[in-house]
């Protein structure tokens, strides 16, 4: 044999199938009969290898390179009469290369496009960013508008309770929305966003029409703090999971447009409370939004997916340790923490300021709505 380069693989044993856990099968002779695993010279005419790589099986024509278990190996000789030493050893298999070409990619190799796996555009893909739009409509909209609750709660339906422990209701659920992702990324990681949408949408409305029932400080908080604010963080989750599937060169576009129906939101979420509370009452005004959100939550379980292929993954703690190691990670992660300390102040006060300083009731009710519009 000539001087060879072996390229070790450990992989658990293997008997005589054609399978190898999640590297090389065998050879396979064109188009149709196969070799066993543990031949060592296939017979005369084979041209192609057969291999799995993370539960994708591809064929390679012989001679050409391949990536198993992140490391790249040549599975063939050009010459369909010559062929690499497969070795059906308990701990590893070998695949030889003459060391004069080991590190020489095949004539016919091209280097992969990353984002040629990304179709960045097509009807499913703007399907999902139009999912995305209704979630951010439904879970940031009545975070942009809970100015609007803080005074309605603090002047009628909550007047014994103070100020500051009205605004813990605000405060909590915005705590629910971003400390979710703690679970809910992992999990879409694991299973994807289906169940993520189902859970989070069923959380979400009961929350808002369980609040249209609520008539003591521990009903709200436990309906709209807690119950409501978590179906959101869910679903917004597995969409934002969701729509980095299809995007790669277009995703800041996506996901700009998707972030508006927060925007939007925040606009139509005042006016409509606005203009419910004195005609029907704040219990119907709850309801009719809540079968909105029911409206919108429909849009969101037809349209959000994930493109790729989901497989549960154990739960390691340093996971979420390990980019701590990073001193910029550790910066951002101060910055968007300071950032958030003030950045919902002026929609929770906004209105109670504006009263305070003489503004009628029903012209400070629009000041969310301007504020949201400019933002």
């Known amino acids: 044999m000539d001087e060879t380069n072996r390229l070790n693989f450990h992989l658990p044993t293997f008997s005589n199938a054609t399978t190898v856990g999640r590297t090389v099968y065998a050879p396979v002779l064109s188009p149709v009969a196969s070799c066993s695993a543990d031949t060592v010279d296939p017979p005369s005419g084979t041209t192609y290898f057969q291999y799995s790589n993370d539960g994708i099986t591809t064929s390679k024509p012989v001679g050409e390179a391949a990536t198993i278990n ?3 190996a040549y599975l063939g000789r050009s010459s369909p009469t010559q062929h690499d030493e497969i070795s059906n050893s308990s701990s590893s ?10 590190n020489k990619p095949h004539p016919t190799m091209t280097r992969p496009n990353p984002s040629s796996k990304f179709p960045d555009g097509g009807l499913d893909a703007w399907l999902v960013t139009l999912g995305c739009w209704c979630v951010f409509f439904i879970s940031w909209g009545p975070i942009y508008t809970i100015g609007i609750f803080q005074a309605h709660y603090q002047h009628t339906l909550l007047r014994s309770s103070s100020p500051s422990a009205i605004a813990c209701i605000a405060s909590t659920a915005l705590f629910m929305m971003y400390a979710g992702g703690l679970l809910f990324g992992k999990l879409f990681d694991s299973y994807g966003p289906r169940w993520l949408l ?7 409305v009961y ?4 609040a249209s029932f609520a008539t003591k400080y521990y009903q709200v908080f436990l309906s ?3 119950c409501s604010a978590l179906g959101a963080s869910c679903i917004y989750y597995a969409c934002a999971g969701s729509i980095t599937t299809w995007f790669l060169a277009r995703r800041s576009t996506a996901f700009g447009i998707a972030a508006t129906g927060a925007s939007v939101g925040g606009i139509v979420l005042p006016v409509l409370f606005a203009r419910l509370v004195p005609r029907v009452g704040y219990p119907w005004t709850m309801r009719i939004m809540g079968f909105m959100i029911v409206g919108f939550v429909v849009v969101v379980n037809l349209t959000i997916k994930s493109r790729i292929k989901h497989t549960p993954k154990r739960l390691r703690m340093r996971e979420y340790l390990e980019p701590f190691r990073d001193p910029g990670f550790c910066l951002l992660a101060l910055a968007m923490a300071v950032f958030v300390f003030g950045l919902f102040l002026p929609f929770n006060f906004l ?5 305070s300083r003489g503004i009628s009731p029903e012209l400070s009710q629009y000041l969310i709505l301007i504020l949201n519009a400019a933002g």
């Open 351 to 355: 209105v109670l300021q504006a009263r």
């Open 224 to 226: 709209q703090a807690v």
């Open 70 to 72: 992140s490391s790249t």
């Open 207 to 210: 929350g808002w029409m369980m």
């Open 93 to 102: 298999i070998d695949l030889a290369k003459p060391k004069s070409n080991i």
């Open 198 to 204: 189902l859970l989070g949408s069923a959380l979400h």
